[in-house]
């Protein structure tokens, strides 16, 4: 079903056409997003990123500093323990990111339960780990917005980039939520 739709939106998708977008694995689109964000709030084109381990090496950092001030605060949480004290830290208002990543997995996608098991139950094969990431890096990288693909779903459903058509489906906006007494509360 879900071939098929990419059919009839896209045209036929053939092997060589798969591509990836900027990023150290496939865990997300941090890095794309910093990236644009860079550019398009400060006009700064940023080549390479560093991301900054915190805590851990699944709690990442990357900022964007011009003349000793950060514009940009971004971070990487993968796995439940990340989560739960980023959660934390937004419950007590000390949260200064602009944008996070959040992944359930540990060490990210490539670490996830819907990839090929380890030999001894419970524990990461750290060469084929290393090897999916290695397979994953030689995919070629196309911008999302280079791509033909999406350019022509713009173009033909969304009735153009900037269009009311596009700003209703694609955008949204975020506010408070007031809590009721029925609500289920997680004491995080």
Request: proline share 3%; net charge neutral; hydrophobic share 40%.
């Given at each position: 079903?879900?071939?098929?739709?990419?059919?009839?939106?896209f045209?036929?998708?053939?092997?060589?056409?798969?591509?990836?977008?900027?990023?150290?694995?496939?865990?997300?689109?941090?890095?794309?997003?910093?990236?644009?964000?860079?550019?398009?709030?400060?006009?700064?084109?940023?080549?390479?990123?560093?991301?900054k381990a915190?805590?851990?090496?699944d709690?990442q950092?990357v900022?964007?500093?011009?003349?000793?001030?950060?514009?940009?605060?971004?971070?990487?949480?993968y796995g439940?323990?990340?989560?739960?004290?980023?959660?934390?830290?937004?419950?007590?208002?000390?949260?200064?990111y602009?944008?996070?990543?959040?992944?359930?997995?540990?060490?990210?996608?490539?670490?996830?339960?819907?990839?090929?098991?380890?030999?001894?139950?419970?524990k990461?094969?750290?060469?084929?780990?290393?090897?999916?990431?290695?397979?994953?890096?030689?995919?070629?990288?196309?911008?999302?917005?280079?791509?033909?693909h999406?350019?022509?779903?713009?173009?033909?459903?969304?009735?153009?980039?900037?269009?009311t058509?596009?700003?209703?489906?694609?955008h949204?906006?975020?506010?408070?939520?007031?809590q009721?007494?029925?609500?289920?509360?997680?004491?995080?």
């Open positions: 079903l879900f071939s098929s739709a990419l059919f009839l939106r045209g036929e998708i053939k092997e060589g056409d798969v591509v990836r977008h900027d990023g150290k694995t496939s865990d997300g689109y941090l890095e794309h997003i910093f990236k644009h964000a860079a550019k398009e709030l400060f006009g700064i084109d940023v080549k390479e990123i560093t991301y915190l805590k851990n090496k709690f950092e900022t964007l500093e011009k003349d000793g001030e950060t514009l940009l605060r971004f971070a990487a949480a439940f323990r990340n989560i739960q004290n980023m959660v934390l830290k937004m419950k007590k208002g000390k949260f200064s602009h944008f996070v990543e959040v992944l359930a997995c540990p060490g990210g996608c490539l670490n996830g339960k819907g990839q090929a098991p380890a030999e001894e139950a419970g990461p094969d750290k060469a084929l780990l290393n090897r999916m990431a290695e397979v994953y890096a030689a995919i070629p990288v196309r911008l999302p917005e280079a791509n033909v999406v350019q022509k779903m713009y173009q033909d459903w969304l009735e153009g980039m900037d269009s058509k596009a700003q209703q489906t694609l949204t906006t975020y506010g408070a939520v007031n009721t007494a029925n609500n289920l509360d997680i004491k995080w």
